[in-house]
């Protein structure tokens, strides 16, 4: 910067001291100095003889004109007319229309705008030295600026950063705050304008290197534009064309400079490449001139077609992004699709507006300014209610559009990278019409914005789901299944949302199951309505990692299930049936694979095999009981059961072989049950959670208990007979069980009874429950290794009513 300021002076000097020898001292100071700005005025005089033939000053017309947001039609097009009756096709005297298949590209003229590095530097730092030195003459700024350029292109780009980076927009001057400026100096010298004095600028800026340029009168639409079905008689806004290479081309300095917040009335400087010979097929979104010619399109647009265009921002081709629609979008029944593709990932977020509801002043005044516009941050959209359902993919978005209430209303769309952590920008607005708004349930917020699975999930881990973006209809008796394949081992939580559902009780609606290629959850919906199924997961083996959300599904249920019978018991842990836990522990062959088991008898055997003989298994049943109702007329061992209630912990049989588990559950009443499963290998001292099985019974039958267990009922033993804890006094029962290594066994009443083996190595015998004195009756055995009896089952015994 500090050698670019002393070539300059340098330069000037010399030129200005080249200038003071041949004419007459009238540069000079009070004290005979030449002044920095006279240098520089006589160094420009001095290069006039350098300049292009063609080079005039402004017209009488631009001069006389007032900078200001309109000018009237008829004069717009009377002055456009003439200027065009002076073109041909195959010079700037030509008509601008140029076949679409016929004309360069931007990209063809200039691949990427990093070409101009030096060209921009140059110019930024060059203004930045003539304010400094209270230089303001255009013609001066324009050599100037241009000093370098090799051919017009970058002449026409120096004029271009020139002037977005020294000229914002006038918006005190535009709402009357302030007197309009009128001719170019005081433009730049106030250093603010509004759109004409833009072109203005731009235009003599233009001419004095010698590249043709026009101004183009007619209209422009911001994000906060209101369409009117009709074109005002006024036009709102002015942007240039230029002549480079043998076409036409189009650019308005006026939006690249910066955009205007309406609601801080301030102008935000943000300059914008875009807006630097936009293509045609671009630049008619948001700018329509008055004469149809401008538009530079084999099929010019009609202002019908314009109003129904979609409105888009430069970030909405800069991202690459495409509407499948560009234009207004009707409702049918009430709904309607707005699908968008982009060729990398993005985020995006939505807001849909009534038109109803855009009455404020601010909008108002955004939607006529000649500057682009926003209502508030440009970044942002609010994308809660249940008016919309977004969902992404990869490589495209499908946002569901149900309007609340018949009308219009502007959809915007905001959009990042993916891969970014940046604000979202806005990207276009799309008008949707709703001529009849169609009743529909309430949706539950989606505070993660998209639908199905996320567009992240493969490099979370997960492949593929079971469920997608569209709305899952939950089976009969209000229950559903949800199924994820993963990549590597993945841990699991998951949320469930309904707008009438209280949380803690949504808790009690999901079971999920971790398995190590996929993730299961099982989900019970108590209400009628739409609900949200939200899932995050991490790596297995990271547990500092943060859960990410990794899908969200909407569920729709029309049969509730009803009862408190129907929902998982409270607190389950998400290791629900087998999967990862009970595999590192080197269980394998279930009998019952999914976390769910079903009861219509009210007893189940849940077996398994074991890697290791070594491995201790302990089972535990719980349950969060409800009042039942007692079945009148039943009577005998029902009624007893019914009349003392007995430990969850006899209702629950192990038996452990050396490579197989039999868990025997009799429940004692229908309702949900919890089992759970732990297991520990010696030394080790503490047993360990290997999974959970969530068990329904509704069966109205009273369960058994089943015989109270001993520690010396060992791996190994196995009961025959009989199975049920509780024997009524007075009978003759069999008793039949496996006891290993055991020298005798007998069962201890009222005297004892020794069993006897048989060939089966089964210890059988028959006993009798006594005549009413006994409450007990114990099974006892004698090892070879031990020469007293030890107790590993008793049996209660009860007494019947004499009437039974």
């Given amino acids: 910067m500090q050698s670019q300021r002393k070539n300059i002076r340098a330069l000037a000097k010399s030129r200005a001291n080249q200038n003071i020898r041949d004419e007459s001292p009238a540069g000079l100071g009070l004290d005979g100095v030449v002044s920095r700005r006279a240098v520089f005025e006589q160094w420009v005089e001095s290069l006039s003889e350098e300049r292009p033939s063609t ?211 301030t102008f935000i400087r943000n300059y914008d490449d875009f807006y630097f010979l936009t293509e045609p097929s671009e630049f008619i979104d948001t700018h329509f001139p008055d004469q149809s010619e401008w538009q530079l399109l084999d099929m010019p647009l009609s202002w019908e077609e314009f109003e129904k265009r979609a409105i888009t921002s430069s970030a909405f081709y800069s991202l690459g992004l495409k509407l499948k629609r560009h234009h207004r979008v009707t409702t049918d029944d009430g709904e309607t699709k707005v699908c968008m593709s982009f060729p990398r990932p993005m985020s995006v977020t939505y807001e849909l507006l009534s038109h109803d509801a855009r009455t404020d002043t601010n909008t108002a ?66 008008e949707v019409v709703c001529p009849i708004a169609a009743e529909r349930e309430e949706v539950p917020a989606n505070p993660f914005l998209s639908w199905g699975v996320c567009v992240r999930a493969g490099e979370l881990g997960v492949e593929g789901c079971s469920a997608g973006s569209d709305v899952t209809e939950v089976g009969e008796g209000g229950e559903s299944v949800f199924t994820m394949h993963t990549l590597r081992p993945l841990m699991m939580l998951c949320e469930l949302a309904h707008t009438s559902l209280d949380p803690a ?150 038996t452990q072989m050396d490579g197989k588990v039999t868990v025997s559950v009799c429940v004692p009443q229908r309702g949900v049950y919890r089992l759970s499963l732990y297991g520990r290998t010696p030394p080790q001292q503490d047993y360990s959670p290997l999974c959970e099985f969530v068990l329904r019974s509704v069966c109205e039958e009273r369960g058994e208990p089943f015989p109270c267990v001993y520690s010396a009922w060992g791996r190994g033993c196995v009961l025959l007979e009989p199975r049920g804890g509780v024997l009524v006094a007075g009978q003759q029962v069999s008793f039949r069980v496996r006891v290993p290594g055991a020298r005798s066994v007998c069962v201890i009443g009222e005297k004892h009874t020794e069993l006897k083996m048989n060939k089966s190595r089964v210890w059988e015998g028959q006993a009798h429950t006594g005549n009413g004195t006994l409450t007990h009756i114990k099974l006892a055995a004698a090892t070879t290794e031990a020469d007293s009896m030890a107790i590993l089952l008793t049996w209660d015994v009860h007494n019947l009513p004499s009437e039974l």
């Fill in 505 to 654: 009780q949504a808790k009690r609606c999901l079971a999920t199951q971790i398995g190590p290629t996929q993730l299961v959850c099982h989900v019970v919906c108590p209400l009628r309505g739409f609900y949200r199924l939200s899932a995050f997961v991490r790596d297995f083996n990271n547990g500092d990692e943060n859960f990410q959300n990794v899908g969200n599904f909407l569920l729709h249920c029309r049969n509730a299930s009803t009862g408190p019978e129907k929902l998982f018991p409270p607190n389950l842990s998400p290791w629900c049936g087998p999967g990862i836990r009970t595999q590192q522990a080197g269980l394998t062959q279930f009998s019952h694979t999914g976390p769910v088991v079903s009861l219509p008898q009210g007893r189940c055997n849940i077996s398994f095999h074991k890697g290791s003989p070594d491995l201790q298994v302990h089972a535990g049943l719980s349950a969060e009981l409800h009042q039942e109702t007692t079945v009148p007329g039943r009577q005998g061992l029902n009624t007893v059961l019914r009349e003392e209630a007995f430990p969850l912990s006899r209702h629950l049989l192990l």
């Fill in 55 to 265: 080079k005039r000053q402004l017209s009488a017309e631009s001069v006389a004109k007032c900078v200001s947001v309109s000018k009237r039609r008829d004069t717009v097009l009377q002055a456009n007319t003439h200027a065009s009756k002076a073109l041909t096709h195959t010079s700037p005297a030509t008509k601008p229309g140029k076949p679409l298949s016929q004309r360069r590209s931007r990209k063809q003229l200039f691949n990427s705008t990093d070409v101009f590095q030096r060209v921009d530097t140059h110019a930024i730092n060059a203004g930045k030295e003539l304010r400094e030195q209270c230089v303001f003459s255009a013609s001066t700024i324009t050599q100037c600026v241009s000093q370098g350029a090799r051919n017009e292109l970058e002449k026409l780009r120096a004029i271009w950063v020139w002037l977005c980076h020294n000229i914002e927009y006038d918006l005190d001057g535009y709402l009357g705050v302030s007197p309009k400026l009128c001719s170019p100096d005081e433009v730049i010298k106030e250093g603010r304008a509004v759109c004409s004095g833009y072109s203005s600028i731009c235009l003599e800026m233009c001419r004095e290197v010698g590249i043709k340029c026009q101004e183009v009168s007619g209209y422009s639409k911001g994000i906060g534009y209101q369409t009117s079905g009709r074109r005002s008689d006024e036009s709102d806004h002015m942007w240039n064309v230029v002549w480079l290479e043998g076409q036409w081309w189009l650019l308005d300095a006026c939006w690249g400079a910066g955009r205007v917040n309406m609601r801080t009335k």
């Fill in 365 to 430: 005044q955004c939607a006529q300014s000649d500057a682009p516009c926003q209502q508030g941050a440009p970044e942002e959209g609010d994308s809660s209610g249940s008016s919309a359902r977004l969902s992404l993919t990869s490589l495209g978005m499908i946002l569901q559009l149900n309007p609340p209430e018949a009308g219009s209303y502007d959809l915007r769309l905001f959009a990042r990278p993916l891969s970014e952590s940046v604000k979202h920008r806005w990207v276009c607005t799309v």
